[in-house]
């Protein structure tokens, strides 16, 4: 039966606490002792197997200045490694790379690529386009070096080729004569 609204229905059901029986609290000391005693344990336990924490702190490569947070340990692995000097996983990436190149002279390798690493950041964060133009230059000569060195017809002696693939005809002519067609 709905009560009409406004009216409050009578329950059956009273508001008063249970009593409280005297083995509560003893029950509660008994979860307060085993709570501490598995501490207690997991402390130990804690203490015996897992090795201390070290801090870390930030470290600054050397060579493109990137911060990373390292442990004091790795830092000097890495320092013993690299003559001293802290340098960042790219940077330490770049070395290696290098090292192969110039046939295994590790420190050599280093000077390189911190040298690169200041000429960029002298110019290539403050002039980015002059950077840029400045790469596409080296692109350029690198070519031309590898253009000289290709093997053309006129190389060949006594009409036996060395091999490779030689240009039998400019495609300049044909792209002309369409650049003028499209201005007709």
């Not at 330490?92 to 690493?117: D, F, I, Q, W, Y």
């Not at 070096?145 to 060395?162: H, L, T, Y």
């Not at 240009?167 to 004569?177: E, F, G, L, Q, V």
Request: hydrophobic share 35%; proline share 5%.
């Amino acid at each position: 039966m709905m009560a009409p609204p406004g009216e409050a229905m009578a329950t059956s059901f009273s508001r008063t606490k249970p009593p409280r029986l005297a083995t509560d609290g003893l029950q509660r000391t008994i979860s307060d002792i085993s709570f501490e005693m598995s501490k207690e344990a997991m402390d130990n336990i804690k203490l015996k197997t897992l090795p201390a924490i070290s801090e870390v702190e930030d470290a600054k490569c050397e060579c493109c200045g990137m911060v990373e947070e390292c442990t004091p340990e790795y830092i000097d692995r890495v320092r013993d490694k690299f003559f001293g000097k802290w340098i960042c996983g790219l940077c330490a990436e770049a070395v290696k790379e290098e090292v192969e190149k110039n046939g295994g002279k590790r420190e050599e390798a280093l000077g390189t690529h911190m040298s690169a690493c200041v000429r960029f950041n002298k110019l290539g964060r403050a002039y980015p386009v002059l950077c840029q133009a400045e790469a596409m230059r080296e692109i350029l000569k690198k070519s031309n070096r590898v253009r000289a060195k290709s093997i053309s017809p006129r190389d060949s002696k006594n009409g036996v080729k060395k091999g490779g693939i030689a240009r039998s005809s400019s495609c300049i002519p044909a792209i002309t004569r369409e650049m003028n067609d499209l201005r007709l």
